[in-house]
């Protein structure tokens, strides 16, 4: 975020309030991602952007075993005991 502030004001409907576009555009706030909320003691409010993921492979982390695999001979026997 550059040096300036972008200021900015929403309406609450309900229990849900829109992001104003200049935030959402500052932020890089895309469809799909989620807004963690936190508040501390002094009553200020925090939210941290949680990009989404999303694609065939959102969710997978890796390989974090400690031996190497050789995917061309071992591939039909992945997993097979």
């Known amino acids: 975020m550059g040096s300036d502030s972008v200021d900015a004001e929403s309406k ?3 229990n849900q309030a829109n ?4 935030i959402r555009r500052e932020l890089d706030i895309d469809d799909g991602d989620h807004l963690r909320w936190s508040l501390s003691d002094d009553g200020a409010v925090r939210v941290e952007i949680v990009r989404q993921r999303s694609g065939t492979f959102a969710e ?3 390989y974090s075993g400690e031996s190497e695999t ?3 001979a071992e591939h039909d026997a992945w997993g097979v005991e």
């Open 60 to 62: 997978f982390d890796g």
């Open 12 to 14: 609450v409907s309900g």
């Open 70 to 72: 050789d995917v061309v």
């Open 19 to 22: 992001i104003p576009a200049a």
